[in-house]
């Protein structure tokens, strides 16, 4: 919309610059409100607060200006560790019909976005370059740019200027959406939308069907619903965030619209939880995750069976559009995540990060259980996996005994990593706590917080790890791993191996030993005894 598109009786308007000001408003500074039988034009250009105008509150940004009529009393409130830059442009504007019909009446005393903010900036400065001048030319030149400046506000405010009552209603509307925090007054909504009060409120209940202030803790009820679904539940802060004067006036309102308590709410509803990396751990606490990565669904025997349960998403690269469109509560994330990654996730929901790598699954576990207040039902778990590693030992002493020396393997197309006490190699060394072959426990104490396995080693290495009993998993993620081991098993290198000619080498399943998770190491438990119970090792022999 350009200003040729609406027109404002300028012409019979006489300005006159009497003076011009810059404030800088923090917390040191004591005099912050101000009043002024002028005109005043208000432009900030740095900082962010509130600007409250006869008791109406703006929130102020960069570009935010409000035209002032005369008599109007305007205070600042910064924001904490706010510094707000603000230029006061005072004026007269003479006019020679009714006051009540100025022409500045009818776009004073709001908020208007003046952009580009640097044009104006320009003008108000080559103004304060004249403030001092008394030659006739210059006071003409500051007349022209005083003009100007009121122009540039007067077009942006036109532009921004309701065509009706009901249009302006409907922006009060979103502004109580957008600063539902605030202590509202229907008065100053209906000051907002230049109509009276009691015609405010009629048109605003033909709108909504309600009035304004039910609408009001209509929406902070909707907000208060959604941080009561996370973690940090604290109701005394809940009331206060959305903007109640106390708790219990927050629990009435709340019984009110939505028949429950906001305890009782609490109780009924799980926050809509993604994973992440978390997806094992939220199943093994109870809770079913909205969505979860792909391959967490389909490359996961112990997860596959809650697919109908949990929609799948994109893991490389992010589907963030199908995670935003599952509208989580709360994004489950990890340590090692990137700044970018942290930030883009948390314009879904929010997002809390739990350790990953410094951490093994059952610290993993309760850490989890932390955030989404299921701590009791994570001992109740470690308990139940702990008897389960008992009995699996038990069984173990029972079949081959416990003397063996074990290496867990996983095999590439081109070389084969060792395992240590995480991933494949946790249920072995660090559930059942069976005896790590030497050049494995020598890996393991020298872990460094970030690679569970070791470097890529030639084949030829192998001889190096002939253990009592060897676990093998080919790489699912390599398309050639498999065809290099089914070359390997055809190999003399391989053929030489102790471990293999006693027939102790037991491949395991890349969807059962690749996550690293809490059902999946209760699974493996199973998986150890079957196979030992079993003999077969299931490889392809030289």
Request: contains cysteine; aromatic residues 10%; charged residues 25%.
């Amino acid at each position: 919309m350009d200003w040729q598109s609406f027109d404002l009786p300028m012409d019979n308007v006489r300005l006159r610059w009497i003076g011009l000001e810059v404030h800088t408003f923090h917390s040191g500074i004591e005099h912050r409100m101000f009043t002024s039988d002028n005109y005043a034009l208000w432009v900030m250009n740095e900082g962010e607060g509130i600007a409250v105008v006869d008791e109406q509150r703006f929130p102020i940004v960069p570009s935010s200006s409000i035209l002032l009529l005369p008599g109007t009393v305007i205070a600042w409130e910064q924001l904490p560790g706010q510094i707000v830059h603000a230029h006061k442009l005072e004026f007269d504007a003479d006019w020679d019909g009714d006051t009540e019909e100025h022409p500045l009446t009818s776009i004073g005393n709001r908020l208007v976005s003046i952009q580009p903010l640097a044009n104006v900036m320009e003008l108000l400065d080559q103004i304060a370059d004249l403030r001092m001048t008394e030659k006739g030319m210059g006071r003409f030149r500051r007349g022209i740019l005083l003009q100007e400046v009121i122009f540039q506000f007067a077009i942006k405010a036109c532009a921004d200027q309701p065509s009706n009552t009901k249009e302006a209603v409907l922006r009060t509307i979103t502004n109580i959406e957008e600063n539902y925090q605030q202590h509202w007054k229907v008065g100053e909504l209906a000051a907002m939308a230049c109509v009276g009060t009691r015609q405010y409120s009629h048109i605003f209940r033909q709108v909504t069907g309600t009035s304004p202030m039910d609408y009001l803790h209509r929406v902070r009820v909707d907000q208060a619903k959604r941080l009561l679904r996370l973690p940090s539940r604290d109701m005394h802060a809940i009331a206060t965030q959305v903007g109640f004067k106390d708790e219990f006036y927050f629990s009435r309102r709340f019984k009110q619209q939505e028949g429950v308590s906001p305890s009782m709410y609490m109780k009924q509803r799980e926050p809509r939880v993604i994973g992440l990396l978390f997806t094992s751990h939220l199943l093994a606490l109870g809770m079913t995750p909205i969505g979860a990565p792909d391959y967490h669904l389909y490359r996961n025997d112990y997860v596959r069976p809650f697919l109908p349960e949990i929609r799948p998403f994109g893991w490389e690269p992010y589907d963030l559009e199908a995670i935003r469109g599952m509208e989580p509560d709360l994004i489950l994330g990890y340590e090692h995540m990137t700044t970018g990654e942290y930030e883009q996730f948390s314009t879904i929901a929010e997002v809390v990060r739990i350790p990953w790598q410094s951490q093994d699954v059952y610290q993993q576990l309760d850490s989890v259980s932390a955030v989404v207040n299921k701590r009791s039902r994570s001992r109740e778990w470690m308990e139940q996996h702990q008897l389960r590693v008992t009995q699996t030992k038990e069984r173990l002493a029972s079949i081959i005994g416990l003397q063996d020396t074990y290496a867990a393997l996983v095999i590439d197309d081109t070389g084969f990593r060792v395992a240590g006490n995480r991933n494949m190699g946790h249920v072995l060394h660090r559930s059942l706590q069976l005896t790590p072959h030497p050049l494995v426990q020598q890996f393991i104490n020298n872990y460094n917080g970030h690679n569970a396995f070791s470097d890529k080693l030639p084949f030829e290495e192998l001889r190096n790890y002939d253990a009592d009993r060897l676990f093998v998993m080919v790489n699912g993620q390599n398309p050639h791993a498999e065809a290099a081991f089914r070359k390997l098993c055809r190999s003399e290198v391989w053929g030489n191996l102790n471990v293999v000619r006693k027939g102790n080498v037991h491949t395991v399943s890349y969807d059962k030993w690749w996550m690293y998770t809490p059902l999946a190491v209760d699974g493996q438990l199973d998986e150890i005894v079957k196979l030992v119970e079993s003999g077969d090792s299931g490889f392809i022999s030289s």
